[in-house]
Nanobody, 120 residues
Framework: QVQLVESGGGLVQPGGSLRLSCAAS????????MGWYRQAPGKERELVASITNGVRTMYADSVKGRFTISRDSAKNTVYLQMNNLRPEDTAAYYCNINGSFPLTNWAAYWGQGTQVTVSS
């Protein structure tokens, strides 16, 4: 079983920065996509950023130019650097890894969520 452990959330003022981290509890031999989602109260969960095959990145329009996703393959860890944060970025952030083990199907693994609050 794989657990994803997130860290780095918290309270920050508008214009500030945070770096989220998400580490898998064990090595996942094959990974295609790692991503970050967020969900604000009363809203649906949305994809914020993803990185596929370690190179192709995608960002939601609302975070382009402010957020950067990266990964450390050796550590099975994905990061989300968030700069110039805005109040509308306030949400619970969840990491996601799509991976597989030998003789198993691909599976989506999720973190427990970390709260990001942007407020003065």
């Amino acid at each position: 079983q794989v657990q994803l452990v997130e860290s780095g959330g918290g309270l920050v003022q508008p214009g500030g920065s945070l770096r989220l981290s998400c580490a898998a509890s064990r090595n996942i031999p094959r990974i295609n996509t790692m991503g970050w989602y967020r969900q604000a109260p009363g809203k649906e969960r949305e994809l914020v950023a993803s990185i596929t095959n370690g190179v192709r990145t995608m960002y939601a329009d609302s975070v382009k130019g402010r957020f950067t996703i990266s990964r450390d393959s050796a550590k099975n860890t994905v990061y989300l650097q968030m700069n110039n944060l805005r109040p509308e970025d306030t949400a619970a952030y969840y990491c996601n890894i799509n991976g597989s083990f030998p003789l198993t199907n691909w599976a989506a693994y999720w973190g427990q969520g970390t709260q990001v609050t942007v407020s003065s």
